[in-house]
């Protein structure tokens, strides 16, 4: 049973795990980080496909809620002091769309661009 939000990352990628890194030292407190390459370690999270976890972040919130991509992403930088007020102002609706348009296009530059990129 899930007791704390887990967000599940690529693993291998330096750019997802420098964005971890950085949630960390910025205080994000209370949800797990969990490379998507060790995710079937986790008996407690829900069943999540490579292609879902390949294309974006994903979190899997204590009710097992499986939020991706943008929606992921506003609920990890709302759990950061610094990144609050973005992340309500991401939520917003019609800006919400803005988020996600905004998401995909950095990931997929990600897997074509920065993937060989070292955490920083």
């Not at 030292?25 to 999540?48: M, Y």
């Not at 800006?95 to 998401?103: H, P, Q």
Request: aromatic content about 8%.
């Amino acid at each position: 049973m899930l007791t704390r939000p887990v967000l599940v990352y690529d693993g291998q990628c330096g750019y997802c795990r420098g964005w971890v890194s950085r949630l960390e030292r910025w205080g994000l407190a209370g949800i797990d980080f969990v490379p998507s390459q060790r995710r079937t370690e986790r008996a407690d999270l829900p069943s999540l496909t490579d292609a879902q976890v390949d294309q974006e972040m994903v979190v899997v919130l204590p009710d097992r809620r499986v939020l991706g991509g943008g929606a992921a992403l506003s609920e990890v930088w709302g759990r950061v002091p610094r990144l609050r007020l973005i992340a309500r102002l991401l939520a917003l609706p019609g800006i919400s769309v803005l988020r996600d348009f905004g998401y995909r296009w950095v990931a997929g530059r990600r897997k074509r661009d920065s993937c060989e990129l070292p955490a920083r």
